[in-house]
């Protein structure tokens, strides 16, 4: 989301004639796109700050993102932060400057403390998307690649959620779950496929919630981006396991686009903590769907979520979740230790899990997910795979992923770069497949 964010920012300097440099060279603005998923998400900020301003230290310092959204008096008391922009105001930066001209000591009209300026809407205002829904914005695209070919473009199709869950700021810091509509997004993809990409992300907060406030839903979308030309892949970056129904599996087991791939954030795997997560489904349901996905398309790559640590997981309910977890046919896990986030019910309710516990846990999922994911990649010896391939080179090699996520590692060949390529898989490592390009 962040990705697909900042590149819309990107495009508003492009626009008007800013030059886009990388981070660690100096430059005259800096905007800091920030997060607030993580604690530490504080400290981070202030060091990027610093860092900005140790290369260039006139630059004019704008901080906007989830973290200026949450907590903007703490940003703007950063020292050399001179402008707080809010989940609203970002989309607008250039009506909140007036030549960059960077202020010396507090903001007017602040107190001493105060070094940047703070326009944050409160986030019960905040309705629109984000991006002009009439106009086509190509900002939406992110080139993902280094060396200027285009491969995989992420596309923003929903922000903001509804639901409640009971550890997280997303719902505080981005508002309301709202889309665009069908026919917008389908104008972007044409666009995108007319830049050169070849894979499209679908990317949101909660993506299985996209069009609900319009009448329309994701498979209706999913349904209409199957027949934009050009476009040879599209991902569903992530869908709630509540959301993610049975005629969407069915559909994209039926298409020839959407990637054999789900990725179903849990959480957890012991359903007393799902309830305290007020997560709106229990082991029950994950199991079906993951059966489901399973039944009709024996080799989708299945990814989850799993938050470790969370207040009152006891050694016997993480034992349970583990076991929950190795008995389900996925792929992959990304394994998250819990962060307690000020204002959130659950920092209400105490009973804190020893975070050298926590480490140890994450440690014990994450190797649950290597294995998986090894046994996965070896399933593919001696197929023939469609891959796209990145153009990235790393010491003579190659990546790409196949449309059922697995890692491919080929022999460097630019030619390939860019291309959905036939590779026949004759090795596996940890979490790559090592493939040859069948010419
Ligand atoms: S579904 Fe839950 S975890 Fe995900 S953004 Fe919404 S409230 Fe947060």
Redesign the pocket.
């Known amino acids: 989301m962040n990705y697909a964010e900042t590149v819309q920012i990107e495009k508003e300097f492009l626009d008007r004639g800013f030059e886009i440099v990388d981070p660690s060279s100096s430059a005259d603005v800096f905007v800091i796109n920030t997060c607030t998923v993580t604690q530490s998400a504080d400290s981070d900020c202030r060091q990027i700050v610093r860092r900005a301003l140790r290369t260039s230290p006139d630059a004019f310092v704008v901080v906007t993102g989830c973290y200026a959204q949450g907590k903007p008096d703490e940003v703007a008391r950063i020292e050399g932060v001179d402008l707080v922009l809010g989940a609203k105001e970002k989309f607008h930066l250039f009506d909140f400057v007036d030549g960059f001209e960077k202020h010396s000591g507090s903001a007017d009209g602040l107190g001493a403390n105060y070094h940047g300026r703070i326009f944050v809407s409160p986030i019960d205002e905040i309705v629109e998307f984000g991006f002009a829904d009439s106009a086509i914005n190509p900002a939406q695209i992110r080139d993902d690649s280094q060396m200027g070919v285009r491969t995989r473009a992420f596309l923003k199709v929903q922000d903001g959620?509804d639901?409640?869950?009971s550890?997280?700021t997303?719902?505080a810091v981005r508002g309301v779950s709202r889309s665009p509509s069908i026919n917008f997004l389908v104008e972007q993809a044409s666009r995108i496929a007319s830049a050169g990409f070849k894979e499209v992300v679908l990317s949101g907060?909660?993506v299985g919630d996209f069009g609900r406030e319009k009448g329309e839903s994701l498979l209706d979308l999913l349904k209409a981006l199957e027949q934009v030309d050009g476009v040879s892949r599209y991902r569903i970056s992530s869908i709630?396991p509540n959301l993610l129904t049975r005629e969407i599996v069915k559909f994209v087991a039926s298409s020839s686009k959407f990637c054999k791939h789900f990725h179903i954030?849990m959480q957890n795997g012991a359903d007393e903590i799902l309830k305290k997560m007020r997560?709106r489904y229990n082991t029950n349901q994950y199991r079906e769907t993951v059966n489901f996905i399973r039944e009709l398309i024996p080799d989708a790559g299945i990814g989850a979520d799993v938050i470790v640590g969370f207040p009152g997981e006891t050694g016997e309910l993480f034992e349970k979740s583990v076991n929950f977890i190795e008995s389900l046919p996925l792929t992959y896990l990304h394994v998250f230790s819990y962060s307690e986030r000020q204002g959130t019910l659950s920092s209400t309710f105490g009973s804190n899990i020893d975070p050298r516990v926590k480490r140890k846990r994450s440690e014990l999922l994450r190797m649950v997910s290597t294995r998986k994911r090894y046994e996965f990649t070896r399933r593919h010896l001696g197929k023939v795979m469609k891959v796209l391939i990145e153009d990235e080179v790393k010491n003579a090699k190659m990546y790409g992923f196949t449309s059922n996520y697995v890692r491919v590692e080929i022999e460097a060949n630019p030619l390939q770069a860019n291309e959905l390529t036939d590779v026949l898989i004759t090795g596996a490592s940890d979490n790559t497949a090592i493939g040859q390009v069948i010419l």
């Open positions: 959620c639901y409640n869950c550890y997280c997303i719902p907060v909660n709630e954030p997560r």
